[in-house]
């Protein structure tokens, strides 16, 4: 959540602006959501429509690859070991 004096990106449960000290409002932050999430929106449509391929931030989906990734490189690599144990 954002503040709205100051602009500092808070914590979702958070009842008072780390930097500034601003008390923040439930209503203020859904707007922030919002108009974050339309930002969002306008810049992967923008992306899709010029071709560009360039990434600025990581979602929870690029995240669930990378650990999907990393999980099934270390499966093999677990098999690999048990393999050459068993055949040494």
Same mark, same amino acid.
């Given at each position: 959540? =954002? /503040? +709205?004096? #100051? !602009? &500092?990106?808070?914590?979702?449960?958070? @009842? =008072? /602006? +780390?930097? #500034? !000290? &601003?008390?923040?409002?439930?209503?203020? @932050?859904?707007?922030?959501?919002?108009? &974050?999430?339309?930002?969002?929106?306008?810049?992967?449509?923008?992306?899709?429509?010029?071709?560009?391929?360039?990434?600025?931030?990581?979602?929870?989906?690029?995240?669930?690859?990378?650990?999907?990734?990393?999980?099934?490189?270390?499966?093999?690599?677990?098999?690999?070991?048990?393999?050459?144990?068993?055949?040494?």
């Amino acid at each position: 959540m =954002f /503040c +709205r004096k #100051c !602009g &500092e990106e808070n914590p979702d449960n958070a @009842v =008072f /602006c +780390r930097n #500034c !000290g &601003e008390r923040l409002k439930e209503e203020e @932050v859904k707007k922030a959501e919002v108009i &974050e999430n339309t930002i969002d929106t306008n810049h992967t449509n923008q992306q899709s429509t010029t071709g560009t391929s360039s990434t600025t931030s990581t979602s929870n989906n690029d995240d669930s690859n990378l650990m999907s990734c990393c999980l099934c490189i270390i499966v093999v690599f677990i098999v690999f070991a048990i393999i050459g144990a068993i055949f040494r």
